[in-house]
């Protein structure tokens, strides 16, 4: 028997990570591939151009899962039934801003959003806020939307346990598969600590410690703030340093510019 459909609700979907799983989670790549959804599409005035492309798209992909598309700037006929809420809609931070910059714009986002997923969602309505800073607008949301059960309100942060994998295997020149016990503590945001004092990775002679590792080599070398870094702290240190500022900040995306600074495709 066909399954019933599930509303999702994407919020900044004529944004950048929108425009990327909006198709995604039509073609059940993110509820399965028997599962019927009917998508609600967000975004605002000055998106409303974008978001109608979005939809347009959608439908010339006459795609079998897909049993509807609401595409609105008008959040409560965004809201209406929704049993899962992807919650991107927001700023995203530019180079210089830090994601607690975002805090006065994207929190009163995130309030009207709560209210409206408050009155008019379904009563067991799962929430994914993605949109910075995740972990404050996920408290916001569940302060303005208490009838929803606080364990269906989540945020995104593996992102910071990816990154923290990625930057271990990069540097050592081996598989995220080989590297275990990355541990981050704390949360989405410059205050984290991504810790690296447990990690191992595989090689022919069994585990080795992360730590012991990267201390016996050249990395580093070319870029003179980091050489700056290294003179005063020494190397081990430095090295450490430099791991925890790029997986905090997320440095790869500095380095692609304003215009790709949050994580599509991540
Ligand atoms: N938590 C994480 O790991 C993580 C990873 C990547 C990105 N992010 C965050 O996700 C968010 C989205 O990233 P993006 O690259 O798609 O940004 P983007 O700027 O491309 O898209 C954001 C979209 O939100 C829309 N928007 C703004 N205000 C809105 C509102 N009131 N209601 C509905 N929509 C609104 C914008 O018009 C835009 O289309 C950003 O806040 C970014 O910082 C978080
Ligand atoms: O940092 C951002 O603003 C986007 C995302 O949360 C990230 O960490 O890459």
């Known amino acids: 028997m066909a399954k019933i459909p599930v509303t999702v ?15 995604m989670i039509a073609r059940g790549i993110m509820l399965g591939p028997d599962q ?22 959608l439908t010339d992909a006459a795609l079998p899962l897909l049993k509807g598309v609401v595409a609105t700037t008008d959040v409560v006929e965004a809201c209406k039934d929704v049993n899962i809420a992807v919650m991107l809609g927001g700023s995203p931070r530019k180079e210089i801003t830090l994601r607690k910059h975002m805090l006065s714009t994207n929190v009163s986002i995130y ?27 996920a ?36 598989h995220i598969s080989d590297i275990k016990n990355v541990i981050i503590w704390g949360n989405h945001s410059t205050t984290q600590y991504p810790d690296v ?19 016996d080599d050249h990395w580093g070398h070319g870029f003179p703030w980091e050489c700056i870094l290294m ?36």
């Open 9 to 23: 609700l994407v919020t900044g979907a004529a944004g950048q990570i929108g425009d990327a799983i909006v198709p």
């Open 36 to 57: 019927p959804v009917i998508l609600h599409l967000l975004d605002i005035e000055q998106a409303a151009e974008s978001l109608h492309g979005i939809r347009m798209e």
């Open 111 to 137: 309030k009207a959003q709560a209210l409206a997923l408050e009155e008019h969602a379904a009563a067991d309505c799962k929430v994914l806020v993605v949109a910075n800073p995740a972990n404050t607008n």
């Open 139 to 174: 408290l916001i949301l569940k302060q303005f939307a208490p009838s929803i059960p606080k364990k269906n309100i989540t945020c995104l942060t593996r992102l910071d346990h990816n990154r923290a994998l990625g930057q271990i295997a990069d540097r050592l020149k081996i």
């Open 197 to 215: 004092n447990h990690v191992t990775f595989t090689t022919r002679n069994g585990e080795r410690p992360v730590r012991e590792h990267v201390a």
């Open 231 to 266: 003179v005063l702290m020494g190397f081990h240190l430095a090295l450490f340093t430099l791991f925890l500022l790029n997986v905090r900040k997320g440095n790869g995306q500095l380095c692609r510019g304003s215009r790709l600074m949050s994580s599509r495709g991540q």
